[in-house]
């Protein structure tokens, strides 16, 4: 006989005791316990703010809440405590610790930090967007953890470890001898692998640079393609994966510090030394009057002006181009791009990294793997896609339409545009439009939400909305034809909020 486990939600309400000694900012603490068996995962889902994660010899969960508000008044922090949510949810095999934001501000905001004990046996699993900290220790489950911008750092995990940043540097300190994989992966930060001496494993790093360095004073090393493997102590033992695509990695025994750290291929002796690293080429100049043709596997470029089309291929590094006259197309597998004022077709794509722009005359598409995405004007159709970030949209004269897997999504429509094609879809977020008040559409607007009490779903313009259970959660469905209707206004977002304001001055909330 199967038993099914209903997933049970359950709000997690802030009874601590609130501090507001100040109209600027107010502090409220909760702490609750929940139980977990044997084998059990522990997830924590945070938009900003630090995660601690400590295994303990316990049955159960302690959760420690801080929340942060901040506002320019009084009503603002009455606004920002209504739009942080966090909630708990799942069975005693699956708990998943998640804050959700339904609305954001210039005038206010919130940070949420977690600070949990959990049993020594949990599986351990964190996503975040932004956190200056990220600490898990004393686990001997395995660990994952995500996050965009922030440390994240590692220490006596005994289980199977992955990690992944864009912005962020990485520390791993491996006090016991390590017994299973670790894959450590940042683009745009620096790893840190400390293990004791006469730990065994293989170390496996890859850089774009490359810029190894370690306090072994002897490595069987060789290079294998791009990277660089080398066996400690033997060749038993797992793997430890350490990826740093624009930044260094380091490898330090138990006691030694970095600054004692020496380059590999020039200070420590290993077996085979050949390794050519690829040629980084840089570009600076305030003036091309012409085509901009680059094309390089590792490189910078920054130019101010293009006074015809550029065209830019790189295997990782940073783009800044201040004025392009004619088409822009760039491509980066690592790394952030910057535009001014773009007068031909925009197409920006990063595997890994933030994308800002100030114009894009003619629109484009702009795309990364994962980071935010700021535009501060478009003049024709747009699509933006981010794998795991914001998009802010500050002014829109075309068609928009944004997608990311995790993050908000704030649009402004420009004055003057009457109707025009829009779509926004988060996996994880919320999403924020501003229209004109004579602005005409078809609305759809869906919301799957495991909060249904929550007011999700905000709108200056007169919809009709509708409720359904699906799967455990609920799925507003809200329709309405705004000013007589016109072009199709599609809005979607999972576990977060939508608003549509209605305003005839350009300004999009903004982090």
Known sequence: MTKTVSTIAVVLTLLGASSVTAARFTTERSSHTLTLLPGGMVVVENVSGNVRVTGTDTDSVVVNIERVFRANDPAGLVRAREATLTTAEGHEKLRVIRTVITATSPDFGSVVNYDLQVPRYARVRIGSKSADDITVTNIQGSVAVTNINGRITLGEVAGPVSVESINGSITFDAVSKPIAEARLTTINGNIELRVPSNASFTWIAQSMRPNYVTTFKSLAGRAVGPAYQAFVNGTKGPAFRTTAVMGSVALLRDGTKMSEAKRIFEEVRVTEMMMIAPARR??????????????????????????????????????????????????????PLRFGDVTGRLNARTSAGDISIQSAREGGTI???????????????TRLQSGGGDIVVRQASAAVSADTRSGDIAITMDPSARSQRITAKTGKGNVLLNLNPAF???????????????DLLRSDFPLSIQREQVGGKTRIRAFGKINGGGERIELSSEEGGVQITSSSVPGTPSK
Request: aromatic content about 2%; proline content about 4%.
């Open 367 to 381: 795309t990364t793997g994962g980071g935010t995405i700021r535009l501060a004007h478009t003049g024709g159709p």
């Open 440 to 454: 005409g559409a078809d609305v759809e607007v869906t919301i799957l939400t495991s909060d249904p009490a929550r």
């Open 282 to 335: 840089i570009v600076r100049r305030p003036l091309i009057d012409g085509n901009l043709q680059f094309e390089s596997s590792l490189g910078e470029v920054a130019v101010g002006e293009v006074r015809g089309s550029a065209n830019v291929k790189m295997g990782a590094g940073e783009v800044q181009l201040g004025i392009v006259r004619g088409i822009c197309d760039v491509v980066s597998l690592g790394g």
